[in-house]
């Protein structure tokens, strides 16, 4: 796949060529001489081109250079990673910077990244649309719902489920969390255990995945959150949740998943 990239300009057109193919593209003034295409890459894979790219700006760049660098990174931190799933906001900037970066490393001769790390990456580029829409493959917990596809499917089934059975009650979302006042079920102990479980597992399926993607060689590293090394513990304040809360926070567990073709 990668015999034909041999500078980090080769690597920025085939990467962008993926993206087209993949993501589609924007484009501006098609007519004109101020014509202009990006691609709607995903927050996920801006993260994973800048994680091939931060090494040999950090190392090799000017000034001027490592301040664009800078306020790139800056933006993934802000608007990547709460998203990483959606098209990144900052898409035309990001990708003027990958050729501006692709053109400088190649002008001071700086050698690309081995034919295994652009493999990587361009598999990466269209590996997220590709297991969008992956879901469990199994019945979680409380009962046993047909026509489960996403992970959306099983929580949307589950909430209708609790709310028939176990009626609701009207309760604000919790501090942080968007959607005003909601019908939230009037689940028992027992209830929110089961779910609690099953969605941690669910959740930690996810990190396993993210770990299973970096053994296969690629070397991406985080570039903008290098203190999350390890999956997350569940906090006692988290564990003494009331159930109406949990219940109310799970839509966010949901939308993690989304992305993944984590199994349960």
């Known amino acids: 796949m990668s015999s034909h990239i041999h500078t980090w300009t080769d690597g920025h057109l085939a990467v962008r060529e993926r993206a087209y193919e993949g993501r589609g593209f924007v484009e501006i003034n098609s007519e004109t001489h101020a014509a202009a295409r990006w691609p709607r890459t995903t927050g996920a894979d801006v993260i994973a081109i800048a994680a091939v790219l931060d090494p040999a700006v950090r190392a090799n760049g000017t000034p001027g250079l490592l301040r664009r660098w800078r306020a790139t990174l800056a933006d993934l931190q802000r608007e990547a990673l709460p998203a990483a799933r959606d098209t990144y906001s900052e898409n035309r900037a990001f990708w003027s910077t990958f050729e501006s970066v692709a053109n400088f490393l190649d002008d001071v001769a700086v050698s690309p990244p081995s034919p295994a790390i652009w493999d990587a990456l361009i598999d990466h580029v269209g590996e997220v649309v590709e297991l969008r829409n992956i879901g469990p493959s199994q019945d979680g917990p409380i009962a046993h719902f047909d026509n489960i596809k996403t992970y959306d499917d099983l929580y949307n089934a589950q909430l209708k489920f609790l709310k028939q059975k176990r009626g609701t009650d009207p309760r604000d979302q919790p501090a942080g969390f968007s959607g ?23 959740l930690a399926d996810v990190y396993a995945l993210t770990a299973s993607f970096a053994s296969r060689g690629t070397a991406f590293i985080h570039p903008v959150a290098a203190n999350q090394s390890s999956t997350p513990a569940i906090s006692s304040s988290t564990l003494s949740t009331t159930k109406l809360t949990a219940c109310a926070v799970l839509p966010s567990t949901v939308r993690m998943l989304g992305p993944y073709a984590a199994t349960v």
């Open 180 to 202: 005003g006042n909601r019908d939230i079920p009037r689940t028992t102990n027992a209830d929110v255990l089961q779910l609690a479980t099953y969605w941690a597992s669910a």
